[in-house]
């Protein structure tokens, strides 16, 4: 009953929060773009009051360390999966046009990362720190990963809707795309942080999720159309993350009743 509460009150705080976030973002357009960094802090924040709430005694949010190798698999599963993807994109677009990276130094990449890092660390901490663990315990890891991916996928749909984040396509295949691709990552991220028992592993993947898809390939790819089928509203992305995600799943078993994330 405890963990059911927490998640509901987790829920509301986070999107009244982000309600308010959603706002000075969408009405003070380019001005307010910083506003972006404190709305992915808004899980996190949630996630910490709960925690002082309800679990003030208890180790939550899966602040471990973990094996390297997990690190590593976070760092480079989304550029398998989004290299893969532009890769197959340009293949068969030979004509496509080639834009350029923004940064114009490794040290501007590399700070570029690092603030990848803050960034998705905000999310991840509600997301995947606490929400996704606490929903395995009251059903299966596989419901879990369902329920969590699709509240994580409608977070995002204000600014969606408003045309702040990722325009350039429809807007039912923007938010219908952006969903299944939000699923795939989820099963993906409760795959490692399953196996690692840490937080972060999913901190690493979403961060680098966002650098090669929103600092390296979408710069690169200037087409008009390139966003129906390429990056966070790209079928063929889609496609190919949704294979990596039931492959995953296959192997590690994620779907089993009995399941569970540890803290």
């Not at 899980?43 to 679990?55: C, D, G, T």
């Not at 603030?115 to 009251?138: D, H, N, Q, Y």
């Not at 995002?156 to 691709?181: C, D, N, R």
């Amino acid at each position: 009953m405890t963990d059911k509460k927490a998640i509901r009150l987790f829920l509301i705080i986070t999107f009244v929060l982000s309600g308010i976030c959603y706002y000075v973002r969408i009405v003070g357009g380019d001005n307010a773009a910083g506003m972006t960094v404190i709305l992915m802090w808004c899980p996190a924040i949630s996630a910490f009051i709960v925690q002082r709430i309800y679990y003030h005694r208890k180790k939550l949010l899966g602040w471990n360390r973990c094996k390297i190798t997990y690190i590593l698999i976070g760092l480079f599963i989304p550029f398998i999966y989004i290299g893969l993807s532009y890769g197959l994109y340009w293949i068969v677009n030979r004509d496509i046009m080639i834009g350029e990276i923004q940064a114009n130094s490794i040290g501007m990449l590399i700070l570029l990362f690092i603030s990848s890092i803050v960034t998705a660390a905000g999310e991840e901490i509600g997301w995947r720190g606490f929400l996704l663990p606490k929903m395995s315990e009251i059903w299966n890891v596989r419901t879990a990963v369902i329920v969590s991916g699709l509240i994580w996928a409608i977070w995002h749909f204000p600014l969606m809707i408003a045309g702040v984040y990722k325009p350039g396509t429809l807007l039912w295949y923007q938010l219908s795309i952006f969903t299944i691709e939000i699923i795939a990552i989820t099963a993906i991220m409760a795959i490692i942080r399953l196996n690692s028992k840490s937080v972060w592993p999913a901190i690493i993947l979403h961060a680098s999720h966002n650098y090669f898809d929103q600092i390296i390939f979408s710069p690169l790819t200037t087409g008009e159309k390139s966003p129906y089928f390429v990056g966070e509203t790209g079928a063929i992305t889609a496609m190919i993350l949704v294979f990596a995600a039931l492959f995953m799943m296959r192997k590690k078993n994620l779907a089993s009743e009995n399941s569970t994330i540890t803290q």
